[in-house]
């Protein structure tokens, strides 16, 4: 069978088992570069030297947080297809994935919000940017969300984040008055909760993205700074205020408490309180 044809056919399965659709683009880019490099031949003509000699190549240029999501998708790939018997062996078994060090994430301050929240020039932006703050959404649930979502009697959205899974998040009152302002002032009947200005139809990743990008760099600070870091910046922020872990980890819909002990790490404000009870 051909990468090209092995690859839609474990395409369709990860979308019949909730694979979101985000997630299934990134493979797809980096089913794009496999078959590039190989060419679109057999998936049993791949050996695990051939695949050992790619990721050495692409990794001299590539981060090892890179490289590892390169290896984690190539190792799903094919060991579904052994699972599904389109190969008789597993050219990945033995494939491992680049040790990298702890990344701790950047945030920003709470002078820092101040500034970004100074640099909003409509009520859009302001009421993006208080939502993603105050929310700790990711940028890709934030896209989704449409008006009729919101419940306003206690400030609060259901989303769908990774592996299609719905939580609740909620929003302050600084982001209520905004979305507020901001969906009395617009026109249309576009069901998104954030449109596009021109011919207004539901914002992208990217477009969310310029948004973000542009505030930031007419803010004092007058740095570029990423949406995720509004989320480390919420996450941050309430650990800071004393929220315990596990509060925390199901607000940001992590399914790991690993991945959220890492904003202790952060937490500059609570390290110097032990520091000067216990010092």
Not at 46 to 52: M, Q, S, V
Not at 93 to 99: D, G, I
Not at 240 to 264: C, F, M
């Amino acid at each position: 069978m051909l990468l090209s044809t092995t690859w839609q056919s474990y395409y369709n399965d990860k979308l019949i088992e909730g694979y979101s659709l985000i997630t299934l683009q990134a493979y797809q880019l980096q089913s794009n570069l496999l078959i590039k490099h190989f060419g679109d031949i057999t998936i049993d003509q791949i050996t695990t030297d051939g695949l050992k000699q790619y990721l050495a190549k692409v990794g001299a240029t590539l981060k090892p947080a890179s490289l590892a999501h390169r290896v984690r998708f190539i190792k799903s790939f094919f060991r579904w297809a052994h699972e599904e018997g389109k190969i008789q062996r597993n050219p990945t078994s033995k494939l491992k994935e680049p040790k990298s060090g702890t990344r701790i994430p950047k945030f920003l301050t709470e002078k820092e919000i101040e500034h970004l929240r100074e640099a909003c020039q409509t009520a859009k932006e302001h009421a993006l940017i208080e939502f993603m703050y105050s929310s700790g959404c990711r940028i890709g649930e934030i896209v989704l969300i449409n008006r009729r979502d919101i419940n306003w009697s206690n400030n609060s959205v259901v989303v769908r984040g990774k592996g299609d899974k719905e939580r609740e998040v909620y929003f302050n009152i600084r982001s209520e008055i905004w979305l507020n302002r901001y969906l009395n002032e617009r026109k249309d009947k576009d069901a998104a909760l954030f449109v596009t200005d021109r011919a207004p139809h539901r914002l992208s990743i990217a477009q969310t993205r310029y948004i973000i990008k542009n505030v930031s760099l007419r803010s004092e600070f007058n740095k570029e700074i990423s949406p995720h870091q509004l989320r480390h910046s919420y996450a941050t922020h309430l650990m800071d205020n004393g929220a315990p872990l596990e509060v925390i980890q199901s607000l940001l819909g992590h399914e790991k408490s690993e991945t959220t002990r890492i904003y202790a790490e952060l937490s500059g404000k609570q390290r110097h309180e032990h520091y000067s009870k216990f010092f």
